[in-house]
């Protein structure tokens, strides 16, 4: 069987949480990388977009890191929607 994985977002959390859930052990998933998670983005090819406080790291499928850049501060406060390598 496949492992499948869905982003965890829960706003109505007073500290808001972030996370991805394994669907197939109902487990929260390790995710590499420091600091707070602000959200998780799955995309359609198979990749994970972490954002921090830090910055946003892209993931493969199996959580490895692949990039990490650092956000630039006008972009504080707006949902991450796609990226572009």
């Known amino acids: 069987m496949n492992r499948q994985f869905v982003p965890l977002d829960v706003p109505w ?4 949480s972030f996370g ?3 669907t197939t052990t109902g487990a929260m998933a390790k995710l590499p990388g420091n600091g707070e998670i602000r ?8 990749k994970v977009l972490v954002r921090r406080a830090s910055g946003i790291s892209v ?7 692949l990039v990490e850049a650092a ?4 972009f ?5 929607l796609a990226y572009q390598v």
């Open 59 to 65: 993931l493969d499928s199996s959580f490895t890191p």
């Open 13 to 16: 959390q007073n500290n808001c």
């Open 76 to 80: 504080d406060g707006l949902h991450v």
């Open 20 to 22: 991805v859930i394994d």
């Open 39 to 46: 959200g998780v983005l799955l995309t359609v090819d198979g």
């Open 71 to 74: 956000e630039p501060a006008e």
